[in-house]
């Protein structure tokens, strides 16, 4: 077992797992066109619920707030479904609504003080099924990010589009891609977004560049690519260069020309019975993909949880290749919350 310890900073990110969002087809009311309730939940905890249900005239609403599981704020809210009066599609529903009613209430400690019968009956189903999906979330979709990079007093251009990128600089970066990652894989990607500098405006505007200790870009350019069949809803990407389009940072994704292997992915499902049979509690469990630089591969993430002593945080972790669902290893990380 490896044994590092992280700073305060990274384990904060560390300790908040993306939080999973998942929606019910429940009819907490009969609803004539359909009543769902969206939960979204982190480590087996709430964070919000929203239920709603369409009836002939009207919408009800619930939204319930928690801070760490704990409830914090219920509102309920009703709004009368407008509807067109006019030709063909008279009686048909606009999309609108306009508000009728709306309540608030307060955790008392132990309830929401909802003096009406009925509806607090309601709240209070719609509290027990949200906790029992909540027990039971797990990602079933992964996503990786890249940033952007903060210079300061200055503020980069945004790069939405290949053509924001001038000659020769785009056609080099482009070679390079293909080069490195394969025609086949090149196009899926498609440009995200991105930061182009403009020097002579950053280095009149940020007054301390020459303290950088590191090398500025010309362009920090964001690709992406979607395999939600997969469970990788996206993965973005970063390749940073050089004014004359030369790289300073590579791009996060393997050399797929090298290794065609490296450019498929096995389904999440896949490193979710790696991580199973390895050990790891699934509904604990922050998971996500991300680019193993020193091997050249992309690895699915999972790192739990397992004890919390003071300001003391302990994190089982588990690498699994993305590519071939492999256990590449656990290790265990400490850090100070």
């Given at each position: 077992m490896k044994l590092a310890f992280v700073l305060a900073a990274v384990i904060q990110t560390i300790a908040q797992a993306d939080p999973v969002v998942s929606t019910l087809d429940l009819d907490w009311?009969?609803?004539?066109?359909?009543?769902?309730?969206?939960?979204?939940?982190?480590?087996?905890k709430l964070l919000s619920v929203h239920?709603?249900?369409?009836?002939?005239?009207?919408?009800?609403?619930?939204?319930?707030?928690?801070?760490?599981?704990?409830?914090?704020?219920?509102?309920?809210r009703e709004s009368i479904r407008d509807?067109?009066?006019?030709?063909a599609k008279a009686g048909g529903y606009t999309g609108h609504a306009w508000l009728k009613t709306?309540?608030?209430?307060?955790?008392?400690?132990?309830?929401?003080?909802v003096e009406d019968v009925a509806r607090n009956k309601e709240l209070a189903d719609i509290l027990i099924k949200a906790q029992a999906k909540a027990e039971h979330l797990v990602a079933d979709q992964v996503k990786k990010e890249a940033g952007y990079f903060d210079l300061g007093d200055y503020i980069p251009r945004k790069a939405s589009s290949l053509d924001d990128v001038p000659e020769p600089v785009r056609t080099r970066l482009v070679n390079h891609l293909k080069q490195r990652l394969g025609e086949r894989f090149y196009s899926t990607l498609h440009l995200a977004g991105g930061q182009i500098v403009?020097?002579?405006?950053?280095?009149?505007?940020?007054?301390?560049?020459?303290?950088y200790k590191w090398e500025?870009?010309?362009?920090?350019?964001?690709?992406?690519?979607?395999?939600?069949?997969?469970?990788?809803?996206?993965?973005?990407?970063?390749?940073?260069?050089?004014?004359?389009?030369?790289?300073?940072?590579?791009?996060?994704?393997?050399?797929?020309?090298?290794?065609?292997?490296?450019?498929?992915?096995?389904?999440?499902?896949t490193a979710?019975?790696?991580?199973?049979?390895?050990?790891?509690?699934?509904?604990?469990?922050?998971?996500?993909i991300d680019y193993r630089r020193k091997d050249d591969r992309c690895v699915y993430f999972f790192?739990?949880?397992?004890?919390?002593?003071?300001?003391?945080?302990?994190?089982?972790?588990?690498?699994?290749?993305?590519?071939?669902?492999?256990?590449?290893?656990?290790?265990?990380?400490?850090?100070?919350?």
């Open positions: 009311r009969p609803a004539c066109d359909g009543a769902t309730i969206e939960v979204t939940s982190e480590q087996k239920a709603i249900a369409f009836q002939s005239d009207l919408v009800a609403e619930w939204t319930i707030h928690f801070i760490v599981g704990r409830p914090v704020s219920a509102e309920y509807k067109t009066s006019e030709g709306i309540q608030t209430w307060g955790w008392s400690g132990d309830h929401f003080p403009d020097f002579d405006e950053f280095h009149r505007r940020e007054v301390i560049w020459r303290d500025v870009f010309a362009y920090n350019l964001l690709f992406q690519f979607r395999l939600p069949e997969k469970g990788i809803e996206y993965y973005t990407a970063g390749i940073r260069l050089r004014s004359d389009g030369s790289v300073i940072e590579e791009i996060d994704l393997p050399d797929i020309a090298k290794h065609p292997e490296h450019g498929d992915f096995v389904p999440l499902s979710k019975q790696a991580a199973a049979a390895a050990g790891f509690d699934l509904s604990r469990c922050q998971i996500e790192r739990q949880l397992t004890r919390h002593e003071g300001v003391l945080l302990h994190f089982n972790c588990l690498e699994v290749d993305a590519h071939t669902g492999k256990n590449l290893g656990s290790y265990l990380i400490e850090g100070i919350e």
